[in-house]
């Protein structure tokens, strides 16, 4: 079974000031990491995934994440934010079969003032 | 681009009652999903569907809940009897196969509220 923490429920940041959203997880094996985000009253959005090779990846919108294995994280990094960027960013593992379910963390809400 | 759509976008139902949440995955995905958010808590897995059976499903998908591919374009989630700690955003999911990288593509969500 995994499970996946992320420890900030809320991050407000002002315009143009770079930001992080943490995520830890656990698992006894070996996963696959995604970050999806979601706008409001739209659906859950494929921001960027890692499945193997280099531990730094890059998404949409700017944002990259940096996969570490020996802290089990995957924090969320963008070096400027926008206004648009305002959403639910949601941090979420699965197993390594091929049909996936997915296991989300609580989300971290992201708001962004100007 | 293809898309998972949902409706309705917002039901409200009596305790009790039976409610059907509509999902039309995208045309060439094989997997389908439900999940299912309370307000301020995690999004969880409700149950996997593949080849008309269930695949995986959750301790949460108890005897009051069922899924159908009625039609081939359909999938739908079915609750017998609605609970108040039912209410909840339910998201469908699609993925095109055993060899994916775990990539769901979900709709806009159904929101549920059980008076």
């Known amino acids: 079974a995994q499970s996946v923490t992320q420890l900030d429920s809320q991050v407000p940041v002002f315009e143009e000031a770079p930001v992080e959203l943490r995520c830890n997880y656990s698992?006894?094996?070996?996963?696959?990491l995604f970050w999806y985000v979601q706008y409001p009253n739209q659906g859950l959005q494929l921001l960027l995934k890692?499945?193997?090779?280099?531990?730094l990846v890059k998404g949409i919108n700017g944002f990259e994440a940096e996969f570490n294995k020996s802290q089990t994280s995957f924090h969320l990094r963008k070096p400027s934010v926008h206004i648009s960027d305002t959403a639910e960013y949601f941090c979420?593992?699965?197993?390594?079969?091929?049909?996936?379910?997915?296991?989300f963390g609580k989300g971290t809400m992201l708001l962004v003032s100007p | 681009e293809p898309e998972v759509t949902q409706t309705p976008s917002h039901q409200v139902t009596q305790m009790g009652q039976e409610v059907i949440l509509r999902c039309v995955p995208i045309?060439?995905?094989?997997?389908f999903y439900w999940y299912r958010q309370i307000l301020g808590q995690k999004v969880e897995f409700l149950v996997s569907?593949?080849?008309?059976?269930?695949?995986?499903k959750s301790e949460i998908f108890d005897d009051q809940f069922s899924v159908e591919r009625p039609d081939g374009s359909n999938f739908t989630l079915k609750i017998r009897s609605t609970k108040l700690e039912d209410s909840a955003m339910y998201f469908c999911?699609?993925?095109?196969?055993?060899?994916?990288?775990?990539?769901?593509?979900f709709g806009e969500g159904s929101r549920l509220t059980v008076l």
């Open positions: 999911a699609s993925t095109e196969g055993r060899s994916n990288t775990g990539e769901l593509f």
């Open positions: 698992s006894s094996v070996s996963v696959y």
């Open positions: 890692y499945l193997s090779g280099s531990t």
């Open positions: 979420a593992v699965s197993d390594l079969r091929g049909y996936s379910t997915l296991t």
């Open positions: 045309s060439n995905h094989l997997y």
């Open positions: 569907f593949y080849n008309n059976e269930i695949s995986e």
